[in-house]
């Protein structure tokens, strides 16, 4: 239950920033993403959160059929939090997920024979949150991701930890995808 609230203030922290005209560049960041993590009593929660340009090259409503194929692939492997991340040495075996829908209540039509999407912005984002059971929670020593891999535009995630040996910040890159405790 802590970690859910943890957790939760993770993210009333990101959506509160989204909404402040100061910190709107600093909560939507081509190239960047955030993961925030919480092990606790052999369980991890897991919030990740991208601008979909990172992932699909495109943040708005999808409108060819290769856009809309792009997108569903995307939101499939995302089920899988090995799509994200894999703790190391923890034995965990994903027991939930929850995923975003970011076009909802945007869509595209036509009006006259023009199409038009219904986004005055088109700054929609991927937000991802895992719930992992863990056999070796206490023994998990770091984090992999091989997300910059298979998506180049994204080139840093932001990683808030918090262990049973404290609460940590540090960035994955392209040349650093992994990360030890």
């Known amino acids: 239950m802590v970690s859910l609230l943890i957790l939760s203030g993770f993210s009333v922290q990101a959506h509160d920033h989204a909404h402040t005209d100061d910190n709107l560049a600093a909560a939507h960041v081509h190239g960047q993403a955030e993961l925030n993590i919480v092990i606790e009593q052999g369980e991890a929660f897991a919030e990740w959160q991208t601008p979909l340009d990172n992932l699909l090259g495109f943040e708005h409503v999808p409108a060819t ?3 809309k194929q792009r997108y569903t692939a995307l939101r499939e492997s995302m089920q ?6 894999t703790l190391v040495d923890g034995q965990c075996v994903q027991h939930g997920v929850e995923l975003n829908q970011p076009f909802v209540g945007h869509h595209e039509h ?6 038009h999407q219904h986004d005055e912005h088109g700054h ?4 991802a949150t895992y719930h992992l ?3 070796e929670g206490d023994a998990i020593t770091g984090l992999v991701t091989n997300l910059f891999a298979r998506y180049p535009r994204l080139q840093s995630i ?3 930890l918090i262990n049973n040996r404290g609460q940590q910040a540090f960035e994955l890159t392209p040349a650093k995808p992994n990360q030890r405790w």
Do not use: I, P, T
Not at 80 to 85: K, L
């Open 124 to 127: 929609f984002e991927l937000q």
């Open 80 to 85: 899988s939090v090995d799509a994200v991340f």
């Open 110 to 115: 036509n009006h006259d024979g023009h199409d």
């Open 158 to 160: 932001h990683v808030q």
């Open 65 to 67: 059929d290769a856009q």
């Open 133 to 135: 059971k863990c056999a």
